[in-house]
T-cell receptor
Framework: DAGVIQSPRHEVTEMGQEVTLRCKPI?????LFWYRQTMMRGLELLIY????????DSGMPEDRFSAKMPNASFSTLKIQPSEPRDSAVYFC?????????????FGQGTRLTVV | KQEVTQIPAALSVPEGENLVLNCSFT??????LQWFRQDPGKGLTSLLL?????REQTSGRLNASLDKSSGRSTLYIAASQPGDSATYLC???????????FGKGNQVVVIP
């Protein structure tokens, strides 16, 4: 397996524009997570899915953020409208749910810059 | 809410020295704890995962210990090399779900 795949790797956009980040988890993994990393706050969990169903979105900062998982092999994180304070690296991760085997694997991240 | 702390935030050591990185967590009801490595501009690479029932895990020069009752984990890297320079993050997984709470990391520089 190629691991967790995220696209794009880098995104520069103007304030007010819509941004869509994409993630393909490892095949067979039950859980998918979206994290945001900044210097000030470190890694923060935004939302996670179990079997394509959103379980906990309490980390989503505002209504401008939304995430979907239409099938087991694809998820999106959308920001509309984007603001400069959304600039960060966004990571997607996936893991199995089986007892004793919940190791999380991360993608390479999308570096988002909102100007 | 689980709070994970890593101290020191940054450290430099000469090549060959053993590295000791500390991680503390406030809620001892964890399912397991995972150590990651992050290189600049890259994603996170999983190093070791310790189950709550385990005391330690080893992989090559890396050894991670876990003391759940005191809310601590330590990552030891033996005979450090310049290639070990990176940021090391620990993350505690809560019991009952798969949620990971991260520390802010230990940024390590190994000086040749």
């Amino acid at each position: 397996d190629a691991g967790v795949i995220q696209s794009p790797r880098h995104e520069v956009t103007e304030m007010g524009q819509e941004v869509t980040l994409r993630c393909k988890p490892i095949s067979g993994h039950d859980y998918l997570f979206w994290y945001r990393q900044t210097m000030m706050r470190g890694l923060e969990l935004l939302i996670y899915f179990n079997n394509n169903v959103p379980i906990d979105d309490s980390g989503m900062p505002e209504d401008r953020f939304s995430a979907k998982m239409p099938n087991a092999s694809f998820s999106t994180l959308k920001i509309q409208p984007s603001e400069p304070r959304d600039s960060a690296v966004y990571f997607c991760a996936s893991s199995l749910a089986s007892v004793g085997n919940t190791e999380a694997f991360f993608g390479q991240g999308t570096r988002l810059t909102v100007v | 809410k689980q709070e994970v702390t890593q101290i020191p935030a940054a450290l430099s050591v000469p090549e060959g020295e053993n590295l000791v990185l500390n991680c503390s967590f406030t809620d001892s009801a964890i399912y397991n704890l995972q150590w990651f490595r992050q290189d600049p501009g890259k994603g996170l690479t999983s190093l070791l995962l310790i189950q709550s029932s385990q005391r330690e895990q080893t992989s090559g020069r890396l050894n991670a210990s876990l003391d759940k009752s005191s809310g601590r984990s330590t990552l030891y890297i033996a005979a450090s090399q310049p290639g070990d320079s990176a940021t090391y993050l620990c993350a505690a997984r809560k019991y009952g779900n798969n949620r990971l709470a991260f520390g802010k990391g230990n940024q390590v520089v190994v000086i040749p």
